[in-house]
């Protein structure tokens, strides 16, 4: 297997985003329907920066990150279409943002849904630590729980 090509989003990778994002979960079980993503992706969510893995030439993964958020960056979301699971494409496309991020700020927030122990696993592995949950947040009876991942303090004593 080659490796994953990272790059920006553009404009003719909706489709395919909208498509891996509509078909997986946790986004269905949290209510997130084909409309939903096509209305986000019109054609890229605006002031964000937007990241696809792209695999053999087809799109494997997407990342979009909001910056200033908590002193920080926000992962809005993460995302590797269900083929491409399993091949390590979801944790190179981390580690491109990480290093992106931690050159400007020190500290990578993200959020995960309580029942997704897959994904909390992942995010675990890769250093980042569970801040606490957001009970019903998006959907009656579930949680939100906010994670980061830290370079070290803001400021300097």
Known sequence: MTDPVIRNMDPDDREPVVQLLSESDPWRTLGYSKEDWNRIFCPTPQGRDCYVAELDGQVAGVAIIKQKFLLGDYLELLGVALWARQKGIGGQLLRHIEELVFERTKNLFACVSDFN???????????????????????PGSAEILLRKTAGPVRKS
Do not use: V
């Open 117 to 139: 122990e897959s994904a909390r696993a992942f995010y675990q592995k890769r250093g980042y630590q569970e801040i606490g949950p957001m009970p019903n947040f998006l959907i």
